[in-house]
Protein backbone atom coordinates (compact mmCIF):
# COMPACT_ATOMS: atom_id res chain seq x y z
CA UNK A 1 0.00 0.00 0.00
CA UNK A 2 1.31 3.30 -0.89
CA UNK A 3 1.03 6.67 0.99
CA UNK A 4 -1.32 8.27 -0.51
CA UNK A 5 -3.76 4.97 -0.08
CA UNK A 6 -2.56 4.71 3.61
CA UNK A 7 -3.28 7.96 4.00
CA UNK A 8 -7.14 7.78 2.61
CA UNK A 9 -7.44 5.00 4.87
CA UNK A 10 -6.74 7.20 7.73
CA UNK A 11 -8.29 9.43 6.56
CA UNK A 12 -11.75 7.35 5.96
CA UNK A 13 -11.25 5.64 9.54
CA UNK A 14 -11.46 9.05 11.39
CA UNK A 15 -14.51 9.99 9.78
CA UNK A 16 -16.08 7.25 10.48
CA UNK A 17 -15.06 7.28 13.90
CA UNK A 18 -15.97 10.63 14.22
CA UNK A 19 -19.76 9.76 12.95
CA UNK A 20 -19.78 6.88 15.58
CA UNK A 21 -19.66 8.88 18.71
CA UNK A 22 -20.57 12.30 17.38
CA UNK A 23 -24.75 12.39 18.62
CA UNK A 24 -24.51 16.48 18.28
CA UNK A 25 -24.35 17.77 14.68
CA UNK A 26 -24.88 20.64 12.58
CA UNK A 27 -25.76 20.81 8.83
CA UNK A 28 -26.58 23.41 6.58
CA UNK A 29 -28.11 25.44 9.52
CA UNK A 30 -29.41 22.34 11.21
CA UNK A 31 -28.80 20.77 14.65
CA UNK A 32 -29.89 17.47 16.87
CA UNK A 33 -28.43 16.44 20.13
CA UNK A 34 -29.08 12.43 19.78
CA UNK A 35 -28.84 10.61 23.37
CA UNK A 36 -28.99 7.21 21.61
CA UNK A 37 -26.10 5.01 22.60
CA UNK A 38 -24.40 7.39 24.93
CA UNK A 39 -22.96 7.00 28.61
CA UNK A 40 -24.70 7.68 31.46
CA UNK A 41 -22.90 9.98 33.96
CA UNK A 42 -21.38 13.63 34.28
CA UNK A 43 -19.28 14.92 31.35
CA UNK A 44 -19.89 12.91 28.46
CA UNK A 45 -18.32 13.08 25.06
CA UNK A 46 -21.15 15.01 24.24
CA UNK A 47 -21.09 17.49 26.84
CA UNK A 48 -17.87 19.28 25.05
CA UNK A 49 -20.75 20.79 22.30
CA UNK A 50 -22.17 22.88 25.42
CA UNK A 51 -20.90 26.40 27.27
CA UNK A 52 -22.16 25.99 30.66
CA UNK A 53 -22.48 29.13 32.99
CA UNK A 54 -25.14 31.28 35.24
CA UNK A 55 -26.97 34.32 35.04
CA UNK A 56 -27.08 35.92 38.73
CA UNK A 57 -25.09 34.50 41.62
CA UNK A 58 -25.09 30.82 43.33
CA UNK A 59 -23.36 27.57 41.90
CA UNK A 60 -22.82 26.64 39.03
CA UNK A 61 -25.32 24.01 36.90
CA UNK A 62 -24.82 20.35 37.47
CA UNK A 63 -25.32 18.55 33.77
CA UNK A 64 -25.14 14.94 32.70
CA UNK A 65 -27.00 12.64 30.82
CA UNK A 66 -29.17 10.34 33.22
CA UNK A 67 -31.21 7.08 31.89
CA UNK A 68 -34.87 8.00 32.17
CA UNK A 69 -37.11 5.05 30.69
CA UNK A 70 -39.88 7.45 29.65
CA UNK A 71 -37.36 9.51 27.55
CA UNK A 72 -37.23 8.82 23.68
CA UNK A 73 -34.44 6.59 23.58
CA UNK A 74 -33.98 6.30 27.13
CA UNK A 75 -31.63 9.11 28.69
CA UNK A 76 -31.89 12.46 28.85
CA UNK A 77 -30.07 15.27 29.89
CA UNK A 78 -30.43 16.58 33.43
CA UNK A 79 -29.51 19.51 35.62
CA UNK A 80 -29.65 18.80 38.63
CA UNK A 81 -27.85 21.10 40.91
CA UNK A 82 -30.31 22.39 43.88
CA UNK A 83 -29.01 25.88 44.60
CA UNK A 84 -31.60 27.77 46.13
CA UNK A 85 -30.04 31.15 45.45
CA UNK A 86 -32.39 33.91 44.09
CA UNK A 87 -32.66 34.50 40.65
CA UNK A 88 -30.32 32.01 39.89
CA UNK A 89 -30.22 31.15 35.97
CA UNK A 90 -28.29 27.82 34.54
CA UNK A 91 -27.79 27.09 31.32
CA UNK A 92 -26.41 24.82 28.87
CA UNK A 93 -26.06 27.03 25.26
CA UNK A 94 -25.09 25.03 22.38
CA UNK A 95 -21.66 25.94 20.49
CA UNK A 96 -21.92 25.00 16.57
CA UNK A 97 -24.77 26.88 16.32
CA UNK A 98 -25.65 30.85 16.57
CA UNK A 99 -28.56 32.24 14.31
CA UNK A 100 -31.02 35.03 13.73
CA UNK A 101 -34.25 33.62 12.48
CA UNK A 102 -34.26 29.87 13.90
CA UNK A 103 -37.01 27.14 15.22
CA UNK A 104 -35.98 25.68 18.14
CA UNK A 105 -37.71 22.81 20.00
CA UNK A 106 -37.13 20.73 23.48
CA UNK A 107 -38.94 18.27 25.52
CA UNK A 108 -38.73 19.16 28.80
CA UNK A 109 -39.84 17.37 32.03
CA UNK A 110 -39.94 19.40 35.29
CA UNK A 111 -39.41 17.29 38.05
CA UNK A 112 -38.80 19.13 41.26
CA UNK A 113 -37.82 22.79 42.87
CA UNK A 114 -39.00 25.70 44.32
CA UNK A 115 -39.95 27.72 40.86
CA UNK A 116 -40.47 24.25 38.81
CA UNK A 117 -39.34 26.67 35.78
CA UNK A 118 -37.57 25.94 32.40
CA UNK A 119 -37.07 26.45 28.49
CA UNK A 120 -35.27 27.59 25.72
CA UNK A 121 -32.35 30.66 25.55
CA UNK A 122 -32.51 32.16 22.53
CA UNK A 123 -30.32 34.46 20.57
CA UNK A 124 -27.88 34.17 23.66
CA UNK A 125 -24.92 36.77 24.11
CA UNK A 126 -24.03 36.30 26.87
CA UNK A 127 -24.32 35.29 30.43
CA UNK A 128 -26.35 38.22 30.85
CA UNK A 129 -28.12 39.05 27.54
CA UNK A 130 -30.89 36.70 25.56
CA UNK A 131 -34.07 35.51 25.42
CA UNK A 132 -35.58 32.88 27.40
CA UNK A 133 -39.06 31.15 26.51
CA UNK A 134 -39.79 29.24 29.82
CA UNK A 135 -42.51 26.97 31.06
CA UNK A 136 -43.69 26.79 34.86
CA UNK A 137 -45.58 24.39 36.75
CA UNK A 138 -45.90 26.47 39.21
CA UNK A 139 -47.76 29.29 37.67
CA UNK A 140 -48.99 27.28 35.00
CA UNK A 141 -47.62 29.64 32.40
CA UNK A 142 -45.30 29.67 29.02
CA UNK A 143 -43.37 33.29 29.23
CA UNK A 144 -40.62 35.11 26.72
CA UNK A 145 -38.47 36.80 28.93
CA UNK A 146 -35.47 39.37 27.60
CA UNK A 147 -32.47 39.60 30.14
CA UNK A 148 -31.03 42.51 29.28
CA UNK A 149 -27.86 43.64 31.74
CA UNK A 150 -28.54 40.64 33.87
CA UNK A 151 -32.45 41.30 34.38
CA UNK A 152 -35.11 39.68 33.54
CA UNK A 153 -37.55 41.62 32.23
CA UNK A 154 -41.10 39.30 30.81
CA UNK A 155 -42.19 40.73 27.36
CA UNK A 156 -45.03 38.54 26.49
CA UNK A 157 -46.89 35.12 27.79
CA UNK A 158 -49.74 32.70 28.28
CA UNK A 159 -51.64 31.10 30.95
CA UNK A 160 -51.00 26.81 29.50
CA UNK A 161 -51.56 23.39 31.05
CA UNK A 162 -47.96 22.74 32.30
CA UNK A 163 -47.85 19.63 35.06
CA UNK A 164 -44.65 18.69 37.24
CA UNK A 165 -43.10 14.98 35.75
CA UNK A 166 -44.87 15.48 32.38
CA UNK A 167 -43.10 15.65 29.17
CA UNK A 168 -43.76 18.83 27.61
CA UNK A 169 -42.85 19.54 24.15
CA UNK A 170 -41.73 23.60 24.25
CA UNK A 171 -40.86 25.56 20.74
CA UNK A 172 -40.52 29.18 19.56
CA UNK A 173 -39.72 30.39 16.01
CA UNK A 174 -37.68 33.46 16.08
CA UNK A 175 -37.99 36.06 12.80
CA UNK A 176 -36.27 39.16 13.06
CA UNK A 177 -38.44 40.76 16.08
CA UNK A 178 -41.43 38.19 16.40
CA UNK A 179 -41.23 35.07 18.62
CA UNK A 180 -44.06 32.51 18.13
CA UNK A 181 -44.24 30.46 21.05
CA UNK A 182 -45.84 27.04 21.58
CA UNK A 183 -46.45 24.20 23.57
CA UNK A 184 -47.24 20.62 22.55
CA UNK A 185 -47.37 21.43 19.21
CA UNK A 186 -50.03 23.88 19.88
CA UNK A 187 -49.83 27.66 18.99
CA UNK A 188 -49.57 30.44 22.04
CA UNK A 189 -48.75 33.30 21.71
CA UNK A 190 -46.46 35.78 19.16
CA UNK A 191 -44.75 38.84 20.75
CA UNK A 192 -42.35 41.47 19.25
CA UNK A 193 -39.22 42.59 20.99
CA UNK A 194 -36.59 44.52 19.33
CA UNK A 195 -33.27 44.16 21.82
CA UNK A 196 -31.52 41.57 20.39
CA UNK A 197 -31.61 41.26 16.47
CA UNK A 198 -28.65 39.90 16.00
CA UNK A 199 -27.35 36.08 15.94
CA UNK A 200 -27.20 34.29 19.01
CA UNK A 201 -26.58 30.83 19.91
CA UNK A 202 -29.80 28.67 21.52
CA UNK A 203 -29.10 26.31 24.60
CA UNK A 204 -30.90 24.48 28.06
CA UNK A 205 -32.00 26.69 30.66
CA UNK A 206 -33.24 26.46 33.94
CA UNK A 207 -34.38 28.66 37.13
CA UNK A 208 -33.00 28.56 40.69
CA UNK A 209 -33.36 25.06 42.57
CA UNK A 210 -34.99 23.28 39.41
CA UNK A 211 -34.28 19.85 38.73
CA UNK A 212 -35.23 19.46 34.97
CA UNK A 213 -34.95 16.84 32.48
CA UNK A 214 -34.37 17.49 28.74
CA UNK A 215 -35.10 15.39 25.49
CA UNK A 216 -35.21 15.70 21.73
CA UNK A 217 -32.83 19.33 21.80
CA UNK A 218 -33.74 20.42 18.12
CA UNK A 219 -33.04 24.10 16.29
CA UNK A 220 -33.39 24.43 12.76
CA UNK A 221 -31.76 27.91 10.83
CA UNK A 222 -34.66 29.76 9.13
CA UNK A 223 -34.00 31.87 5.86
CA UNK A 224 -32.86 35.76 6.18
CA UNK A 225 -35.88 38.27 6.56
CA UNK A 226 -35.84 41.79 6.58
CA UNK A 227 -36.17 43.14 9.46
CA UNK A 228 -39.88 43.92 10.53
Not at 13 to 24: D, G, R, S, Y
Not at 97 to 121: D, V, Y
Not at 189 to 196: A, C, E, K, L
Request: proline share 2%; glycine share 8%.
Amino acid sequence: MNGWARALQAISAAMLAACMVAPAFAVDGKASIDLEGYSIGVGVPFLDDFDFGVTGGGQAGQWSVVRDVTAIHGAAIEQSNTDSTENRFSFAIYKPLSLKNLAASIRLKLINGTMQTAGIAFRFVNADNYYVVSASALEERIDVFRVLGGKMERIGGAEADVALNHWHKLGVVAEADQFTVSLDNAWLFTVRDRTFLTDGRVGLWTEEDNVTRFDQFEIKALPWSEDR
